[in-house]
Every structure is written in structure tokens, then in C-alpha cells.
């Protein structure tokens, strides 16, 4: 079982910067998965960006080159550095995590979401 937690969320101006924090507790391993996804009012929850120790991180289109997310092993932690915030995304951002078995089978985890909010 892992526990999930994000913090970091808060009300920043257009242009501005914040980094959320994905604490996960147990045991993650490099070939686990760290995920963050959002979910603006109205909107599907939608993917962000994914990391693993065992590829490059990966992002959505709408974020790349203003996110970027990395991971701290030794404390079973991901970061979301997010810059260059604009209005849209403005949304509650979930942590994900997926623990994957020697056998390939996957368990998720979530976590309860931080609130952005990026108006001026």
C-alpha cells in the first residue's frame, strides 16, 4: 500500500512560478511510475507529465518547456517546477503513482490534489 500527498498548490500571478511536492510513502522502486495530472472546473482530469527512473521525463504538449518534473529517489518524492503559469492552468493537480510488479502488473495510487490557481 502507498500513501500519497501532494502540497505546494497556491494562488499565483500570470508568469509566475510554484513546485509541487508528490511525497509517496512504502517502497518505489526506479521501474515505478510518478505521474501528475490536473482537473480544471468543468474539465476531464487530464495527463501533465510522468517520470520514471528508467526513461526521460515525458510532459504534455501544453506544458512543455515551461514544466518540468524530477524525482528524488532516496526520498521517494517527485517535483512539479512549474514556470511561465499561465490562467489555463489553473486547476486542482493529482499526484499519481504506479508501483509495477516484476510481472508487469501495475497498482495506482492517488493522491487527494493541491489547488493552483494562476488569475491576477
Known amino acids: 500500500q502507498v500513501q500519497v500527498v501532494e502540497s505546494g498548490g497556491a494562488w499565483v500571478q500570470p508568469g509566475g512560478s510554484l513546485r509541487l511536492t508528490c511525497a509517496a510513502s512504502g517502497a518505489i522502486s526506479s521501474r515505478d511510475v510518478m505521474e501528475w495530472y490536473r482537473q480544471a472546473p468543468g474539465k476531464q482530469r487530464e495527463y501533465v507529465a510522468r517520470?520514471?527512473?528508467?526513461?526521460?521525463?515525458a510532459y504534455a504538449d501544453s506544458v512543455k518547456g515551461r514544466f518540468a518534473i524530477f524525482r528524488d529517489g532516496a526520498k521517494n518524492t517527485a517535483y512539479l517546477q512549474m514556470n511561465n503559469l499561465k490562467p489555463e492552468d489553473t486547476a486542482v493537480y493529482y499526484c499519481a503513482v504506479t508501483l509495477i510488479n516484476p510481472g508487469g502488473n501495475e497498482s495506482i495510487y492517488w493522491g487527494q490534489g493541491t489547488q493552483v490557481t494562476v488569475s491576477s
Open positions: 517520470i520514471t527512473g528508467l526513461a526521460l521525463p
